[in-house]
């Protein structure tokens, strides 16, 4: 009788984690929803503690910017970002992307201190200050960001930089673990395959104590945790509550309104 229960349960648990197995999703262009995506501008509140219960700091305020259009005829989505830190604008980048796939085709990106990087996936090109990176480059920080770039070549790949509006246009259930295939154009960051499940359901609650139903996201890395509410009704990205190595912790609000 034992014997039985034993092998029984040996059993439900092969058959549990081999669903498990088949509930992954390895993204690709057939599985992004575009129409999802609302246009207009949507800011986030971003902010830093040195411990869970310690004070809020490194104050900042994310501005991105969604707007359907064309580009040389195609239509397209392009998205600005401009972050602002310490009463000034320390980050700036334009994406276009595919107005359907929603796969990467240029990318323009400054921050306060570093060069200017453009990208353009579809001429394979990428410039640091107007300059065209080539493998003959002999600078270690513009050899990185080419070899960085090379790893996409011709696969199917989203921004990482963008995540905040790819995570919308997944298709989500409670218990899939989505497979993204993220570059972050002009960085050193090779092309990624990231792992994100949705762990659940929770409710946020809102302005005149409305709830929101969410799916929570999570993302794990070596010392890194991520959780993401995401609006099962509207599909955006509502909060991030990120923790790295237990010690310091980092919070995404999107922002009911703002001017």
Known sequence: MRKTIFYLLLVLVGHAVQAQKKDTIRINATHIN???????????????????????????????????????GKPVIKITQLWEYKDSVWHTVTSVCDAKTFRPITNESWWKAKPLTTVDMEKKQVLVNNLALSDADTAKSNQAIWSSFKTAGDKYVLNWHLDMEVFPTLPFRTGVTFVIPFYDPGTVVPVTEAAYTVTGTAKLTGYDNQEVDCWIMEHESAGNKEVFWISKKTNEVLKLEQEVNGKIYRYKIKLGFSV
């Open 34 to 72: 575009t129409k999802v995506l609302k246009e207009g501008t949507h800011r986030y509140l971003v902010y830093f503690k040195q411990g869970k219960d310690a004070p809020r700091s490194q104050t900042q305020f994310w501005t991105r910017t969604i707007e359907r259009t064309e580009q040389a």
